[in-house]
């Protein structure tokens, strides 16, 4: 498994959510106490013998002194993954605003959080985001967005 492309997402600033339709923003900067989002797209996924991806994402900030981390798991059939209408709408969001980073192979997952540095400091960190393969392989892949942390 790997890490095909990781993009930070804009959020609504009246409803706090990801924006709809999705859109990649360049910056990495979030306001404190504010909540953020990103797009993680993976390559060569496994599956177990049902047909189903499971992974695990973990993001955390790290200033290089102190980190603070959140994790969900994902869960999927890959076979009606395929098949939904909603995830094709979405890829199709996708490939118009990251088309390097969007085939039919690939696995994307949309991140919500409002995980905070541990610290509450302005100033630079480290978005790292590790995705466990929980499949036949248990491999790990591994991304990192430097990030700036506004008050």
């Known amino acids: ?17 990801i924006s709809n339709p999705v859109a990649i923003i360049n910056q990495e900067r979030y306001k404190k106490m504010e909540a953020f989002g990103f797009v ?9 013998l049902n047909g189903d991806y499971s992974l695990d994402i973990r993001w955390e900030f790290d200033d290089g002194t102190k980190a603070t981390f959140n994790q969900i798991p994902y869960s999927a ?6 098949a939904d209408p909603e995830r094709r709408k979405r890829l199709e969001v996708y490939q118009k605003v990251m088309p390097e980073c969007i085939d039919q192979d690939t696995v994307e997952v949309l991140v919500l959080s409002n995980l905070l540095p541990t610290d509450q400091q302005t100033g630079t960190h480290q978005l790292n985001i590790t995705v466990y393969d929980n499949g036949p392989g248990h491999g790990f892949a ?10």
Request: net charge positive; charged share 25%.
């Open 1 to 17: 498994m790997s890490v095909a492309c990781v993009r930070s997402v804009a959020i609504d600033p009246s409803t706090h959510k």
């Open 77 to 82: 059939n890959a076979q009606k993954l395929k």
């Open 142 to 151: 591994r991304a990192t967005l430097p990030t700036t942390i506004d008050e």
């Open 40 to 48: 993680i797209t993976l390559r060569n996924v496994q599956t177990d």
